[in-house]
């Protein structure tokens, strides 16, 4: 995390005061006459789901301005569990006010009495309940990533808007025209940052496309994509950042993917990525051909060590976690700084292990102690086996002091086990950056 206690605090309270508008809106001013507990109980279950899922478009991790400093695997986390959490709030709306008055089960559900205010209240709930479950076993459902893209920006649409509706219809805490209007208005905000992310970020990349100039195999399984700025001066970045690829003629398209960035920050103006085949995407980018238009959404990510400013630094990596961290080393040899640097690289097997021969230049270039870590080493191998734990650390890292700062990248099962050790050894909490790759 990037920033302190204070501004944590601010964030989490301008999220819960969105969260929380509908019910405020509803019992703070001009309220109805209250009915039984169980009742108001189950109507406040419903307001709170439409707060929660409106302000899931803000914390979608598209939106660069909203906590800035926590961290994409934190915001992309919360995400998930706070969708569990309205999908909950959406299931049992219903059933408490049903159990609280059985007769409610006839007013809202017989479609004789308001025909649109019991398919707008059947349709919500059908609609979170496969938007959610599709979102948490996407392979079970056989969707493409593409598929599951578009059905999830279109069920997000739909459902906050019929939950606006099924509140106005329901006509008791909404009858008056300022409360609907304010009401719409937080709809209308977070329909809004979809149409903008969807709409009008392609409509700007249009003046700022890119051109992959090669395609280059490595090993384990992964390919590089190196990109060129056509007509504009590239990206600036941070090293460990990463942005949004759309291969094609145009960037509507619903095939855009997560990339960490692997080049040098001092040269924006060209850009790789490099991914392991592990999906339908992944698994193409070997097949693509120079000159293939690319559009690159971006930067975005606060995992990033300002290698300017020549700090000691600690990283660990395992397996493809290494692209950001290659990207901060890239950096440093290309400003020929040389602070104290350690990178502990964990992989498979010698195979799986990335960029090895220039991590190995890199080790007599800067001032890198180099260790690789292999969990299924092969007969010849004579370094370091097994996984990273407390003893590996000891033997290779300096004792912690204030000047050094760390970066894990990895599975989460490395990053949980490290985490502690490096708490342990001294590590202040706000100089440990973390980045899990299981996100997308």
Same mark, same amino acid.
């Given at each position: 995390?990037?920033?302190?206690?204070?501004?944590?605090?601010?964030?989490?309270?301008?999220?819960?005061?969105?969260?929380?508008?509908?019910?405020?809106?509803?019992?703070?001013?001009?309220?109805?006459?209250?009915?039984?507990?169980?009742?108001?109980?189950?109507?406040?279950?419903?307001?709170?789901?439409?707060?929660?899922?409106?302000?899931?478009?803000?914390?979608?991790?598209?939106?660069?301005?909203?906590?800035?400093?926590?961290?994409?695997?934190?915001?992309?986390?919360?995400?998930?569990?706070?969708?569990?959490?309205?999908?909950?709030?959406?299931?049992?709306?219903?059933?408490?006010?049903?159990?609280?008055?059985?007769?409610?089960?006839?007013?809202?559900?017989?479609?004789?009495?308001?025909?649109?205010?019991?398919? &707008? !209240?059947?349709?919500? /709930?059908?609609?979170? @309940?496969? =938007? *959610?479950?599709? %979102?948490?076993?996407?392979?079970?459902? #056989?969707?493409?990533?593409?598929?599951?893209?578009?059905?999830?920006?279109?069920?997000?649409?739909?459902?906050?808007?019929?939950?606006?509706?099924?509140?106005?219809?329901?006509?008791?805490?909404?009858?008056?025209?300022?409360?609907?209007? &304010? !009401?719409?208005?937080? /709809?209308?905000?977070? @329909?809004? =940052? *979809?149409?903008? %992310?969807?709409?009008?970020?392609?409509? #700007?990349?249009?003046?700022?496309?890119?051109?992959?100039?090669?395609?280059?195999?490595?090993?384990?399984?992964?390919?590089?994509?190196?990109?060129?700025?056509?007509?504009?001066?590239?990206?600036?970045?941070?090293?460990?950042?990463?942005?949004? !690829?759309?291969?094609?003629?145009?960037?509507?398209?619903?095939?855009?993917?997560?990339?960490?960035?692997?080049?040098?920050?001092?040269?924006?103006?060209?850009?790789?990525?490099?991914?392991?085949?592990?999906?339908?995407?992944?698994?193409?980018?070997?097949?693509?051909?120079?000159?293939?238009?690319?559009?690159?959404?971006?930067?975005?990510?606060?995992?990033?060590?300002?290698?300017?400013?020549?700090?000691?630094?600690?990283?660990?990596?395992?397996?493809?976690?290494?692209?950001?961290?290659?990207?901060?080393?890239?950096?440093?040899?290309?400003?020929?700084?040389?602070?104290?640097?350690?990178?502990?690289?964990?992989?498979?097997?010698?195979?799986?292990?990335?960029?090895?021969?220039?991590?190995?230049?890199?080790?007599?270039?800067?001032?890198?102690?180099?260790v690789y870590v292999l969990a299924n080493p092969p007969k010849y191998w004579t370094g370091e086996t097994g996984f990273v734990d407390a003893d590996l650390l000891a033997r290779y890292l300096p004792e912690d002091n204030d000047a050094i700062e760390y970066f894990l990248c990895g599975p989460p099962p490395m990053m949980d086990s490290?985490?502690?050790?490096?708490?342990?050894?001294?590590?202040?909490?706000?100089?440990?950056?973390?980045?899990?790759?299981?996100?997308?």
């Open positions: 995390m990037k920033y302190g206690f204070l501004q944590a605090l601010t964030w989490i309270v301008v999220y819960l005061s969105m969260v929380l508008l509908p019910m405020v809106l509803a019992i703070g001013f001009q309220a109805p006459p209250a009915r039984p507990f169980a009742a108001e109980f189950g109507a406040m279950l419903g307001l709170l789901a439409l707060g929660v899922l409106a302000m899931q478009s803000v914390i979608s991790g598209r939106q660069r301005w909203f906590a800035r400093g926590a961290g994409m695997d934190n915001i992309l986390q919360f995400h998930r569990q706070v969708g569990i959490f309205a999908l909950l709030l959406v299931l049992i709306h219903p059933a408490a006010m049903f159990i609280a008055n059985p007769d409610y089960l006839f007013i809202y559900i017989d479609p004789r009495v308001n025909f649109l205010r019991t398919a &707008v !209240l059947g349709f919500i /709930v059908a609609a979170t @309940l496969f =938007l *959610v479950t599709s %979102s948490l076993w996407r392979p079970s459902f #056989r969707l493409s990533y593409e598929q599951w893209r578009l059905l999830h920006g279109i069920l997000f649409i739909l459902i906050i808007a019929g939950g606006l509706g099924h509140a106005v219809l329901v006509n008791n805490y909404f009858a008056q025209d300022w409360k609907q209007i &304010v !009401l719409a208005s937080l /709809v209308g905000f977070a @329909l809004l =940052l *979809v149409i903008e %992310s969807r709409l009008l970020r392609p409509l #700007r990349m249009l003046r700022r496309p890119w051109r992959v100039i090669e395609a280059k195999p490595e090993t384990g399984q992964a390919t590089t994509l190196v990109f060129d700025a056509e007509g504009h001066n590239g990206m600036k970045f941070q090293p460990g950042q990463f942005i949004w !690829l759309t291969l094609g003629d145009s960037p509507f398209s619903l095939q855009q993917h997560p990339f960490s960035i692997c080049s040098s920050a001092a040269h924006p103006e060209k850009l790789t990525i490099t991914a392991k085949a592990l999906g339908d995407f992944t698994r193409s980018l070997s097949k693509v051909n120079p000159g293939t238009r690319a559009w690159l959404e971006g930067p975005y990510g606060v995992f990033i060590h300002r290698a300017f400013s020549s700090r000691d630094a600690v990283f660990i990596a395992g397996g493809v976690g290494i692209t950001p961290i290659i990207s901060m080393l890239r950096t440093y040899r290309d400003l020929g700084t040389q602070s104290p640097l350690w990178l502990i690289y964990a992989c498979a097997d010698a195979e799986s292990i990335l960029f090895r021969d220039e991590l190995d230049d890199m080790a007599d270039q800067l001032s890198l102690t180099l490290v985490e502690p050790i490096l708490i342990a050894r001294g590590a202040a909490l706000n100089r440990v950056y973390s980045e899990r790759f299981n996100l997308v």
